[in-house]
């Protein structure tokens, strides 16, 4: 049965905007999405949204519901009361282009600043050899649609914006993990995610793993491993003694 819910929607563009109320129509089946929808197509055509598949794939339609990072998409209508009024505002941490659309930029420089995999060079592709176990452990990293929520809730960054220099944030601290993790990736990512990229900034909160909608074990499974592994090599007494003789 259909009804009619009241939403606040943030509206503006860069820092400058305010939260307005709509009063939408709701279908059975729906997902926060579709409303949305329905307010460009009936009260606000120039509301700017983000969003492409709408089956919770393409990691484009990231906003906050009542507060909360969430996939508009992924969102069902079902889980509010009716009466509830929903807020649906930008991602925080990074800055407003219009409406419920950010600029995500941020994201790809960290990206960017990660070297790809790199393999040593007698072997050539075709030539890898994996026990599965390695397979898996990096395949569940490899369900990251993108959607940036991690980065967006990690206090390290929502809340100190002079961290963002210094911090890659959950996503990309989890690909540094990933590609430490591969047998066949010969970069040195330790020295490099404690020093350029900040693994040192997480406590731990797990605040990334909660908001995941790939329901990947971010913090489980990435961060903490690869803070061992960083601990492992400051504390191994034969690079003790390397840098020692070495980095004198
Ligand atoms: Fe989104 Fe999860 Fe990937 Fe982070 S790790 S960008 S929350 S899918
Ligand atoms: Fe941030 Fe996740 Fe660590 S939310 S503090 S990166 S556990
Ligand atoms: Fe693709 Fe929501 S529209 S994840």
Redesign the pocket.
Known sequence: MGYKAKFRVWRGEGGDGKLEDFTVEVNEGEVVLDVIHRLQATQAPDLAVRWNCKAGKC?SCSMEINGKPRLGCMTRMSTFEEADTITVTPMRTFPVIKDLVCDVSFNYQKAREIPSFTPPADVRPGEYRMQQIDVERSQEFR?????????NVCHVIRDHEENKTNFAG??FL?RIAELDMHPYDVADRKDAAQEEHGLGYCNITKC?TE????H?K?TDNALIPMKERVVDRKYDPLVWLGNKIFRR
């Open positions: 990691g369900k990251c649609i993108e959607c940036f929520m991690c980065n959950p996503r989890m990334c908001v995941c909608p790939e990947i971010i």
